[in-house]
């Protein structure tokens, strides 16, 4: 099968208006596609929204409908600004409820009453810890397929890394040629691989400022042996522009 035959899919939905005027910088769905693809699970969404609720509740609905597995990021703090969790308690139509189990440990950490904000959770949303993991104590919270994680990334890191087994999947297996023709002479032999076979995604990236090569070819699927097929192909068809095989 090819990368698209048959894969688990997820979105990536950022929320934070930090993201959107360019006061942060955006590492989490980086972080989080290349994790997930490392697990087989094909990311085909990624929206960066900002922390209006309506927004949220529009997005949410669209992507948990349309994937297998939707991540948040941001937006779970004891601050005005932190939305996210009635936005997603309304897009799937349930109140927001005081955890006692979070309203505990958070207690044990802070005498501030406000913080126990982050308590507040969709009703019937789920608490997902890794085994024997040092964040374990504080656990992910998921509702239906749809995983709330914090925005700080060193936080979001550990929290996805602590479940991450639970989406592990049949791995992608990719390839990579080099070219030293640029797209335009190497076009028909990149349509003919792409029309033999149709179950590696064939991906094509000029490299301008590169100084051994002008193009990236790449491969990419679940079937290795069509993937190494499909490399091999490009390559005795492009002959003597190959610059190196990866």
Same mark, same amino acid.
């Given at each position: 099968?090819? #990368? =698209?035959?048959?894969?688990?899919?997820?979105?990536? @939905?950022?929320?934070?208006?930090?993201?959107? $005027?360019?006061?942060?910088? *955006?590492?989490?769905?980086?972080?989080?596609?290349? #994790?997930?693809?490392?697990?087989?699970?094909?990311?085909?969404?990624?929206?960066?929204?900002?922390?209006?609720?309506?927004?949220?509740?529009? &997005?949410?609905?669209?992507?948990?409908a349309?994937?297998?597995?939707?991540?948040?990021?941001?937006?779970?703090?004891?601050?005005?600004d932190?939305?996210? @969790?009635?936005? @997603?308690a309304?897009?799937?139509?349930?109140? +927001?409820?005081?955890? #006692?189990?979070l &309203?505990?440990?958070i207690?044990? +950490? &802070?005498?501030? *009453?406000? =913080?126990?904000?982050?308590?507040?959770i969709?009703?019937?949303?789920?608490?997902?810890?890794?085994?024997? $993991?040092?964040?374990?104590?504080?656990?992910?919270?998921?509702?239906?397929?749809?995983?709330?994680?914090?925005?700080?990334?060193?936080?979001?890191?550990?929290?996805?890394?602590?479940?991450?087994d639970?989406?592990?999947?049949?791995?992608?297996?990719?390839?990579?040629?080099? &070219?030293r *023709?640029?797209?335009?002479?190497?076009?028909?032999v990149?349509?003919?691989?792409?029309?033999?076979?149709? =179950?590696?995604?064939?991906?094509?990236?000029?490299?301008? #400022?590169?100084?051994?090569?002008?193009?990236?070819i790449?491969?990419?699927?679940?079937?290795?042996?069509?993937?190494?097929?499909?490399?091999?192909?490009? +390559?005795?068809?492009?002959?003597?522009?190959?610059?190196?095989?990866?």
């Amino acid at each position: 099968m090819g #990368e =698209n035959a048959a894969a688990t899919t997820a979105a990536i @939905i950022v929320i934070g208006d930090e993201v959107l $005027s360019g006061k942060v910088e *955006e590492l989490n769905a980086r972080f989080l596609v290349r #994790e997930l693809r490392a697990l087989g699970v094909a990311v085909r969404r990624i929206e960066v929204i900002p922390d209006v609720p309506d927004v949220i509740v529009d &997005s949410l609905r669209a992507a948990a409908a349309g994937f297998d597995h939707v991540f948040t990021s941001g937006g779970i703090g004891p601050t005005h600004d932190d939305v996210t @969790i009635p936005a @997603i308690a309304a897009a799937f139509g349930v109140p +927001v409820v005081r955890d #006692e189990e979070l &309203s505990g440990l958070i207690r044990q +950490v &802070s005498p501030l *009453e406000r =913080n126990l904000r982050m308590a507040d959770i969709p009703e019937g949303a789920t608490l997902l810890r890794g085994p024997g $993991s040092a964040d374990a104590c504080w656990p992910v919270v998921a509702i239906r397929n749809v995983y709330i994680l914090p925005g700080v990334p060193s936080i979001l890191q550990r929290k996805f890394v602590m479940i991450r087994d639970r989406f592990r999947t049949s791995p992608f297996w990719s390839r990579a040629v080099y &070219s030293r *023709e640029g797209e335009g002479v190497i076009a028909g032999v990149l349509d003919k691989a792409a029309a033999d076979f149709p =179950n590696v995604a064939i991906g094509s990236y000029p490299h301008i #400022e590169a100084t051994d090569h002008k193009v990236l070819i790449t491969f990419d699927g679940r079937d290795k042996a069509l993937v190494d097929r499909a490399c091999e192909q490009i +390559v005795v068809g492009l002959g003597a522009a190959v610059v190196r095989v990866e």
